[in-house]
């Protein structure tokens, strides 16, 4: 099955960007294809490489970016993304920045479109 | 459609929301801080009970575990991500927050 997920949620904010990253983990480990990740409002922050927590702490944005070399397309959206100082110069490996196209191309292709967190 | 709900029921009407619009019979999947609404021994055990007649409700055990909600309202099914990407497989999914 091809599975859509969108990120709302900056990393550390609450628990929307780990229950997004827990749930593609299982879907891939069961076989599913996932058709990408959206990253919109404060979600965007998922994406910068400038992310550096201390060394027994999690790395949110690493490990976005692992699912991002194992081909799944991460996608932050443009607007946002300006919004919030975040362009090329700071993007981590595996992100890319597109607009809301993306977005309505990866709902219309999933068969399933989940969202984490809230606007 | 499986009613996705993230926020705890003591600090959000995103529950009562949900089972408002929702169509009877509908799974509902409690996730992140809306586990509390899982807890047995709790102010809202009886709402959740009444929700239950109409509902199938589902919470997420790692978010059960991290929280330390170990006495889970009786009827409500614990499932892990798997069983979450399941639920997934199975319906549409729509968030509430």
């Given at each position: 099955m091809?599975?859509?997920?969108?990120v709302q949620e900056g990393p550390y904010q609450?628990?929307?960007?780990?229950?997004?990253y827990q749930f593609v983990k299982a879907?891939?480990?069961?076989?599913?294809?996932?058709?990408?990740?959206?990253?919109?409002?404060?979600g965007v922050i998922n994406s910068t490489k400038l992310t550096d927590p201390q060394q027994d702490d999690r790395n949110i944005v690493k490990r976005w970016?692992?699912?991002g070399e194992k081909g799944?397309?991460?996608?932050?959206?443009?607007?946002?993304?300006?919004?919030?100082?975040?362009?090329?110069d700071v993007l981590a490996p595996g992100f890319r920045i597109s607009g809301l196209g993306q977005l309505t191309e990866m709902a219309i292709n999933a068969d399933r479109f989940v969202t984490f967190g809230a606007s | 459609m499986l009613h996705l709900v993230n926020r705890?029921?003591?600090?959000?009407?995103?529950?009562?929301?949900?089972v408002k619009f929702a169509k009877k019979g509908s799974p509902i999947l409690l996730i992140e801080d809306a586990v509390y609404g899982a807890m047995a021994g709790?102010?809202?055990?009886?709402?959740?009970?009444?929700?239950?007649k109409d509902f199938t409700v589902y919470a997420l055990k790692e978010d059960l575990l991290a929280r330390g909600v170990t006495?889970?309202?009786?009827?409500?099914?614990?499932?892990?991500?798997?069983?979450?990407?399941?639920?997934?497989?199975?319906?549409k999914p729509t968030t509430w927050t």
């Amino acid at each position: 099955m091809k599975f859509g997920v969108m990120v709302q949620e900056g990393p550390y904010q609450h628990e929307s960007s780990d229950s997004a990253y827990q749930f593609v983990k299982a879907a891939m480990e069961k076989g599913h294809e996932i058709v990408g990740v959206f990253f919109y409002h404060d979600g965007v922050i998922n994406s910068t490489k400038l992310t550096d927590p201390q060394q027994d702490d999690r790395n949110i944005v690493k490990r976005w970016s692992e699912i991002g070399e194992k081909g799944v397309d991460l996608v932050v959206c443009i607007a946002a993304a300006k919004r919030r100082g975040i362009n090329d110069d700071v993007l981590a490996p595996g992100f890319r920045i597109s607009g809301l196209g993306q977005l309505t191309e990866m709902a219309i292709n999933a068969d399933r479109f989940v969202t984490f967190g809230a606007s | 459609m499986l009613h996705l709900v993230n926020r705890s029921p003591y600090v959000s009407t995103s529950l009562d929301s949900c089972v408002k619009f929702a169509k009877k019979g509908s799974p509902i999947l409690l996730i992140e801080d809306a586990v509390y609404g899982a807890m047995a021994g709790t102010a809202l055990e009886k709402k959740m009970e009444s929700i239950m007649k109409d509902f199938t409700v589902y919470a997420l055990k790692e978010d059960l575990l991290a929280r330390g909600v170990t006495n889970v309202i009786a009827g409500i099914k614990e499932v892990d991500y798997t069983g979450f990407v399941e639920l997934i497989e199975e319906h549409k999914p729509t968030t509430w927050t």
